[in-house]
């Protein structure tokens, strides 16, 4: 969905170009400044791209450890099943970032180093309160960097993966034994985080 994005932008590129029109002086720097506009939008919404890449990231690959580790951390069949389905999610937002953030002309964050406390792997409860930590983090990180998007596309795509990531963090406190309020749900409305917020929540995670 998110390599749908630049559709709008490569018809107007193509169809500027092969016009062959030619335009006065004004028009041509009322063009110039235009499309210096869309530069620094692109830049701005690309910048937003990459934070959420590396968010998931740190999803993919939180979720991959989880799944190798297997029957050390993995009693019930139904959970196994449920994070395996997780992971796969956090790995297409990954390839669908990265694809997007490419395509628009940039260059897709590099994946940082992960770091875990001991026992996340093989204490279930310490690994269902780190996937709730990365869950509710990508929630409001994802609502709170929505009002800085330019491109509408971006917006609708982005918001795609916000309401998976809803769906992601209610089920881990449901499995987690929650209470509804306060636990699987946070209000009637979502809270949206800043992205210095967002860091602090993850800079424990983060190696180097």
Known sequence: MLNNCLSRR??????TIGAG???SGEAAIQLLSTTRVW??????DLDILNFALTLEYLEADFYAQGNQAGAK?????????????IASDEQA???????TVTKLGGKPAAKPTVKYPDGTFTDYKAFLKTSKTFEETGVGAYLGQAGSLTDPMLLQAAAGIFGVECRHAALV?????????GGIYMGATETAKT??????AVKPFIGG
């Open 73 to 85: 951390l993995f009693t019930d069949q139904h959970a196994k099943d449920l994070f395996q389905l």
């Open 173 to 181: 406190g449901k499995i987690s034994g929650l209470p509804a309020e």
């Open 21 to 23: 029109v030619v335009i």
């Open 39 to 44: 530069a620094a939008a692109a830049q701005g």
């Open 195 to 200: 992205k210095e917020d967002v860091l602090a």
């Open 10 to 15: 490569s018809f107007l590129g193509r169809s």
């Open 93 to 99: 937002h990954v390839q669908a970032l990265s694809d």
